[in-house]
């Protein structure tokens, strides 16, 4: 979700002025540490939600103090009930309908029973691969009713089936994409159609997806043209140049992997060719060693 913070996130942060922030899923922390920073300027604090950060999020939480940020090493939807009611939250936990509709819910809930507005809520990938496919981090924590037949192979763009090849291939996918009850986006819509108030869907369907869901009640003329700025042309114009600068960067990572790959293939055909050398050495050594013996027997 960090590929969305400057152009799309801040500015919608830096309008409206939260006093709470909620964030589900941090990671390495680079949107924690916006958020952070944010917090700091103007008084406000974070809640971060992560049952196992990656490496340099602690070091980014050691930057700031307990008057900032709390946080809470487990599942949203564990600690969704125990915090107070944000203003704005970033989701990007697990990547599955249940989790994703589960943790709407207890937000919108959340909200009711502290008397406040629903958030601004930022989703995650909102697009291909897990828009319309289920992802399990820990497939048991999910109940089978809720749960999709999975296994740890890849997605390949256009198929349903998983193959040996592809994304993600390390991580519980959904045999099968689409259908109901799959994938974030499909959360995402199911929770919008049966809220019984008004929720404004907004989404980004590149660098993974974005969704925005923007309640009713925290609807302004100016948020609207904002967001509504966001699908100008000139905007996706902007989107398109940011999408070409990460593919070329994919594209110079995966020739500098290439040239790697063809450096050590070589570097292993010249160490094979030279212990078939000295297995030949070897051999013509013992036979000559062998034809001693014999002689002297």
Same mark, same amino acid.
């Given at each position: 979700?960090?590929r969305f913070w400057n152009?799309y996130?801040?500015?919608i942060v830096?309008l409206v002025q939260?006093r709470?922030i909620l964030?589900?899923?941090?990671?390495f922390g680079w949107n924690?540490?916006?958020?952070l920073a944010?917090?700091?300027?103007?008084g406000a604090?974070?809640?971060?939600?992560?049952?196992?950060?990656?490496?340099g999020?602690h070091?980014?939480?050691?930057?700031y103090s307990?008057?900032?940020y709390?946080?809470?090493?487990?599942?949203?939807?564990?600690?969704?009930p125990?915090?107070?009611?944000?203003d704005i939250?970033?989701v990007?936990?697990?990547h599955?309908w249940?989790t994703?509709?589960?943790?709407?819910?207890?937000i919108?809930?959340?909200?009711t029973?502290c008397?406040?507005?629903?958030p601004?809520i930022?989703?995650?990938?909102a697009a291909?691969?897990?828009?319309r496919?289920?992802m399990y981090?820990?497939?048991d924590?999910?109940n089978?009713?809720y749960r999709?037949p999975?296994a740890?192979?890849?997605i390949i763009?256009?198929r349903?089936e998983?193959?040996e090849q592809?994304?993600n291939?390390?991580?519980?996918n959904?045999?099968h994409?689409?259908g109901?009850?799959?994938?974030v986006?499909?959360?995402?819509?199911?929770?919008v159609?049966?809220s019984?108030s008004?929720i404004?869907?907004y989404?980004l369907?590149?660098?993974?997806?974005?969704?925005?869901l923007v309640?009713?009640?925290?609807q302004?003329?100016k948020l609207s043209?904002l *967001?509504?700025s966001f699908?100008?042309? &000139? @905007? %996706?114009?902007?989107s398109?140049k940011?999408?070409?600068?990460y593919?070329?960067t !994919?594209?110079?990572d995966i020739a500098q992997?290439? *040239?790697q790959?063809?450096?050590?293939? &070589? @570097? %292993?055909?010249?160490?094979?060719?030279?212990?078939?050398?000295?297995?030949?050495? !070897?051999?013509?050594?013992?036979?000559?060693l062998a034809?001693?013996?014999?002689t002297i027997?």
């Amino acid at each position: 979700m960090h590929r969305f913070w400057n152009r799309y996130i801040d500015p919608i942060v830096e309008l409206v002025q939260p006093r709470r922030i909620l964030e589900i899923g941090a990671e390495f922390g680079w949107n924690t540490r916006h958020i952070l920073a944010y917090c700091r300027a103007a008084g406000a604090t974070a809640d971060i939600v992560d049952p196992a950060p990656g490496p340099g999020f602690h070091e980014i939480l050691a930057q700031y103090s307990d008057r900032e940020y709390r946080y809470h090493p487990h599942k949203g939807v564990d600690v969704i009930p125990r915090i107070a009611a944000p203003d704005i939250a970033l989701v990007d936990g697990d990547h599955n309908w249940h989790t994703v509709y589960t943790e709407l819910t207890l937000i919108f809930d959340r909200a009711t029973e502290c008397k406040l507005p629903a958030p601004i809520i930022f989703l995650h990938d909102a697009a291909w691969p897990y828009a319309r496919r289920d992802m399990y981090y820990d497939p048991d924590s999910i109940n089978p009713e809720y749960r999709h037949p999975y296994a740890y192979n890849g997605i390949i763009p256009g198929r349903s089936e998983l193959t040996e090849q592809g994304l993600n291939g390390h991580l519980a996918n959904a045999l099968h994409e689409g259908g109901p009850q799959n994938g974030v986006l499909t959360a995402i819509e199911d929770f919008v159609n049966s809220s019984s108030s008004k929720i404004f869907l907004y989404q980004l369907p590149f660098f993974n997806g974005l969704a925005i869901l923007v309640p009713k009640a925290r609807q302004t003329a100016k948020l609207s043209e904002l *967001i509504g700025s966001f699908f100008t042309a &000139d @905007a %996706l114009t902007e989107s398109l140049k940011a999408l070409e600068n990460y593919s070329m960067t !994919i594209r110079v990572d995966i020739a500098q992997l290439q *040239i790697q790959l063809t450096k050590r293939t &070589d @570097a %292993l055909a010249r160490a094979r060719r030279v212990i078939v050398e000295q297995a030949e050495e !070897i051999a013509q050594l013992r036979a000559q060693l062998a034809a001693a013996r014999d002689t002297i027997a």
